[in-house]
């Protein structure tokens, strides 16, 4: 069987921007929800079979507590945040298992099932349906892979060295020197995509990188600068590299058997009288 993880919350944002606003009979934003339910539908036609869906329920996380600038809620459009509950109800509705994450990220729910899914010899792969950077850790072999659905592109170990010049295993190590403005830390001062790959595709992770460059084994543009960054900052830096660690010990399924899709609830049709566009008929009426 092969296994079909999506992250919820990146569906969200995603069709929240990329399609116009729709509200119901009641006056709720209910477009973007509206979107993913019909892209989840397409995941189901083409052939998924057992699935599970991950959602950020709130924003912040025990990570909030790491760093003080880690990514929160704030400046997101209400509109869009509204939606976020509407998203799991439906999901449910349609008979998907749905992990609403609070303490730990959507993120982690993913790496967590994609780890456990991989444990069964029945699972042929798994597939992890987002172009997340922060879940090119979770690729292993041709086993667990990243596909992003909207460019039609699937990425395996060999395509997440291509991408960034380090194996998934460093991903976390090369987050935290280059930085993740979209989850608020910022990397260590001077260390760019180049200068992270070239280094880590040689020592793999920060705390085998020596402390002066003149040990480095690698040649790079401005290595004496980057050495006495790191010497100064690794502390620092291994902070970072926490908070791009995905946990896989999060609580998501006792066995892939709970995945299996097996066709709407009975939930779905109040759903789908709910996410009705006003003016608009739910069918079957």
Not at 26 to 41: F, H, K, L, P, Q
Not at 83 to 108: H, K, N, S
Not at 168 to 186: E, K, N, T
Request: glycine share 8%; proline share 6%.
């Amino acid at each position: 069987m092969t296994i079909h993880l999506v992250d919820g919350t990146y569906e969200l944002f995603r069709h929240f921007y990329a399609i116009p606003s729709a509200k119901n009979r009641d006056g709720e934003e209910v477009a973007a929800v509206r979107g993913v339910m019909y892209s989840i539908r397409r995941l189901a036609q083409e052939g998924a079979t057992h699935i599970g869906v991950a959602t950020d329920h709130v924003i912040e996380s025990f990570r909030n507590d790491l760093w003080p600038g880690y990514k929160t809620g704030e400046g997101i459009d209400p509109a869009l945040w509204a939606q976020f509950p509407l998203l799991e109800e439906g999901l449910r509705a349609w008979g998907l298992t749905v992990w609403p994450m609070v303490e730990f990220e959507a993120d982690d729910a993913l790496a967590s099932a994609a780890a456990k899914a991989a444990l069964d010899p029945r699972v042929a792969q798994v597939v992890i349906c987002s172009p997340d950077k922060d879940l090119a850790q979770c690729v292993q072999g041709t086993r667990i892979v990243q596909r992003d659905r909207v460019r039609k592109t699937t990425r395996d170990e060999a395509g997440v060295v291509a991408k960034f010049g380090v194996p998934p295993a460093s991903i976390p190590d090369y987050l935290a020197l280059v930085g993740d403005s979209a989850d608020g830390f910022p990397g260590l001062p001077g260390w760019g995509a180049k200068s992270a790959a070239t280094v880590l595709a040689r020592y793999r992770h920060i705390d085998q990188i020596p402390d002066h460059h003149a040990a480095w084994d690698v040649r790079v543009a401005r290595a004496r600068a980057l050495a006495e960054t790191l010497a100064h900052d690794r502390a620092t830096a291994r902070l970072f590299r926490d908070l791009a660690t995905l946990r896989t010990d999060v609580p998501v399924f006792d066995t892939v058997d709970d995945l299996a899709w097996n066709g709407p609830t009975p939930a779905l049709q109040a759903f789908r009288r709910r996410v009705t566009i006003a003016g608009q008929r739910t069918e079957g009426e």
